[in-house]
């Protein structure tokens, strides 16, 4: 079976004495597994361990120390998941994705149950020849029955063309399968933006097929990194990009449970036109590197759709991790949650915008944790003319802060640049660290404004913050009513 799977020379991992395999991917290494209660981890590193540090640090994770060995604990039953960020000495990050024991999962076989590796599809597991076609047919099969699971077992299946989701199927991919792009870029017909930027098709596209569904604890890797035109001389740079999930028109669609990998440009796009969308439990593992690619692979991005929820996720990306944008006219968009997840960006951690090309309110984030980002929060209307409001950031950490080529550290920018900006409430935001720039909010016309934004126990790097007139806080231009409250809780 070809998985292209390197083992990590760096690092071994036990859960409670059971060996997980600790994957070296691009410049970092992960392993996954499930637990239930409390477990009790132990990294083995390459070399004696002199320092280390576990994020989020609001976990309050501390290990022991034994040499090569770093020993810790973690509960299942805690409210924020175990998905940790490991720092042991100067070795590259290790990342340890705890998920709850799986309690969703179909059976293999029987009435419903379109299982790729048994007739009349037979899909070939080990990443030899294309199973696109298969496992289309196996969910148009569902779809035909009315609705299905189709069942992806352990193993590695090669695809190119987009799989197309159908209402009332529920795509099952088994942990230790892998659906994976083919990495031959010749292969992919590709579309020009208006900027010039080139796009591959998406893996996945859920359109117009409400309460689909994509599940379990496999993964969906985009190759794309690998497709992806990295000679800096050619006319194609970074072009080839591919999201890996793409969704319009659809209500009540569940991506739930599974890894996704090595998107290229938004890996979770959606659900432009839909209600009622979830997405739970996904751990994003991405490019992560600002200085050798610069590209445009946000994690969840919570499209012109309404009455959704991100919560107890994972996102390691170059670019935004978390973000509510409203892309389309004529659909307002509302009651969005984004609850419990862990970051990690060169970009923005938490950002509402910067599309606003309908009217977008009821926006919260709450209790989200951001281990590194530029911006750590960002509200930003800078296309589209219609006003975002009511957005809300609550307890919210901020650990470390990364400069890169589109510009030095922020804790929090406000930006209304083509559409107003109003009601916006930061509460309980702590920054652990100093960033270069302070925190501000700007219009850029009298139409185009920022007003009424409130600061309620803002802490940076342990102060709290009472004084609007702080200097670590500017009001720009056509910025104003702004609040700040200081009070330890």
Not at 261 to 288: C, L, M, P
Not at 294 to 322: H, Q, W, Y
Not at 404 to 419: D, F, L, Q, R, Y
Request: glycine share 8%; proline share 3%.
């Amino acid at each position: 079976m070809c998985r292209e799977l390197t083992t990590s020379s760096e690092f071994q991992l036990q859960v409670d004495q059971n060996a997980v395999i600790v994957e070296h991917f691009l410049d970092y290494h992960y392993a996954h597994f499930s637990y239930s209660g409390t477990s009790t981890l132990t990294v083995t590193a390459s070399q004696p361990i002199t320092s280390y540090d576990i994020s989020p640090h609001s976990m309050e994770i501390a290990g022991v120390v034994s040499g090569n060995q770093l020993t810790f604990t973690i509960d299942s039953n805690s409210a924020k998941p175990s998905y940790l960020i490991i720092q042991i000495n100067d070795l590259e990050k290790l990342v340890v994705l705890g998920d709850p024991m799986e309690t969703n999962a179909p059976p293999s076989s029987g009435t419903g149950i379109y299982n790729i590796s048994h007739a009349p599809y037979q899909a070939d597991d080990t990443w030899t020849s294309d199973v696109t076609h298969l496992i289309q047919i196996a969910i148009d099969d569902a779809s035909a029955a009315g609705g299905g699971i189709v069942y992806v077992p352990v193993g590695v299946y090669k695809v190119k063309d987009i799989l197309y989701m159908k209402s009332n199927v529920t795509l099952y991919i088994q942990g230790g399968a892998v659906i994976k792009s083919n990495p031959d870029r010749t292969l992919y017909d590709f579309t020009k933006s208006r900027e010039g930027k080139i796009f591959i098709d998406p893996m996945i596209k859920i359109d117009h097929a409400p309460h689909a569904k994509i599940i379990g604890r496999g993964t969906l890797d985009a190759s794309g990194i690998a497709i992806m035109d990295k000679d800096r001389t050619s006319s194609t740079y970074l072009g080839y990009r591919r999201n890996v999930i793409v969704g319009n028109h659809s209500d009540h669609v569940t991506i739930e449970g599974i890894i996704i990998k090595d998107s290229t440009t938004w890996t979770i796009n959606g659900i432009q036109g839909g209600e009622g969308f979830t997405v739970r439990h996904v751990k994003i593992i991405n490019h992560k590197n600002a200085d050798q690619y610069k590209i445009m692979n946000d994690g969840i991005d919570l499209c012109g759709t309404r009455n959704a929820i991100a919560e107890k996720n994972f996102v390691m990306t170059v670019d935004d991790a978390l973000c509510a944008k409203s892309t389309i006219t004529d659909y307002a968009m509302y009651h969005i949650r984004f609850k419990h997840n862990i970051v990690f960006s060169s970009c923005a951690g938490l950002k509402a915008g910067l599309q606003s090309h309908s009217p977008m309110y009821d926006v919260w984030f709450e209790d989200n944790d951001v281990v590194q980002a530029r911006r750590g929060i960002v509200v930003e209307a800078t296309s589209g003319n219609q006003p975002m409001s009511d957005i809300h950031f609550v307890n919210t950490r901020v650990e470390n802060y990364v400069f890169t080529s589109m510009g030095k550290s922020i804790p929090v920018e406000i930006e209304a640049g083509t559409a107003p900006v109003k009601n916006v409430y930061i509460d309980s935001a702590y920054f652990e660290k100093q960033a270069f720039n302070p925190i501000h909010m700007y219009g850029s016309s009298d139409t185009n404004d920022v007003t009424n934004v409130t600061f309620n126990n803002l802490n940076l790097c342990g102060d709290v913050i009472s004084n609007s007139l702080d200097t670590r806080i500017i009001v720009g231009s056509k910025a104003s009513d702004l609040t700040v409250k200081g009070h330890m809780r």
